[in-house]
């Protein structure tokens, strides 16, 4: 299973924009990438995914560079109630699991 | 609430005991997963049901038998559990296996084996 590469740990202020970088340089033609978030004392939600495009939903944005080695979820203007543990993940298109990552815990400050 | 339930929400056994974890979905989904999530260690993928029919068994030990009689409904049946069990379960749901469908995921089951 091909793997991603997240920071540990991420701060933002309130009402600003969050940038959280993934690489994932060994992505293969038919792995998506998705990024799913946790909450505290929440399981996983669905944030986005994409394949080659960049993406945009009411969540977030998603950005995924030229050659796909690596992609980034864009939260346009961060809130308290956005702090969790972001996951990107790299989905096999045929088989559709997902593995997780340690993911990125992003704080928010008021 | 993102249409899938687990109970209960916390469970403290006793290594010898024998405990059921339920997961119910309210989605129409045909795929049903339980996943493991240990402290400071990332998500386990356990056992996957696509149209009741177990399609996935990642190396998970015997002590844990699932079991899914319907596509609304996922069991965990516990026993003879150690204490490195202990995590939270986590049950998820998405239409059916493999595309790129979301996982809607419940609340966990908080398990402690003491």
């Known amino acids: 299973d091909a793997k991603t590469t997240q920071p540990n740990s991420m701060e933002s202020n309130e009402e600003e924009p969050v940038h959280l970088p993934c690489n994932h340089s060994t992505i293969s033609g038919t792995d998506y990438i998705h990024w799913y978030r946790q909450l505290p004392s929440q399981g996983p939600e669905y944030v986005i995914h994409?394949?080659?495009s960049n993406v945009n939903n009411r969540m977030a944005s998603l950005a995924i560079a030229e050659d796909r080695k690596s992609s980034t979820l864009i939260l346009h203007r961060a809130t308290l109630r956005d702090a969790a543990v972001y996951y990107c993940i790299l989905r096999d298109g045929n088989t559709g699991k997902l593995i997780f990552g340690q993911g990125t815990t992003l704080q928010v400050k008021p | 609430e993102t249409g899938v339930t687990q109970t209960p929400r916390h469970l403290v056994m006793g290594m010898t005991n024998k405990k059921s974890l339920k997961c119910e979905q309210h989605?129409?989904?045909?795929?049903m997963y339980w996943y493991k999530q240990s402290a400071k260690k990332p998500l386990e993928l356990m056992f996957v049901y696509n149209f009741k029919e177990q399609t996935e068994n990642n190396s998970v030990p015997s002590r844990f038998s699932p079991e899914c009689p319907n596509s609304s409904h996922l069991f965990l049946h516990l026993h003879t559990l150690q204490p490195e069990d202990s995590a939270l379960y986590l049950c998820?749901?998405?239409?059916?296996?493999?595309?790129?469908?979301?996982?809607?995921f419940g609340p966990g089951t908080r398990l402690t084996v003491t």
């Open positions: 998820a749901s998405s239409q059916t296996e493999g595309q790129n469908y979301e996982q809607y």
């Open positions: 994409g394949l080659t």
């Open positions: 989605l129409g989904h045909n795929a």
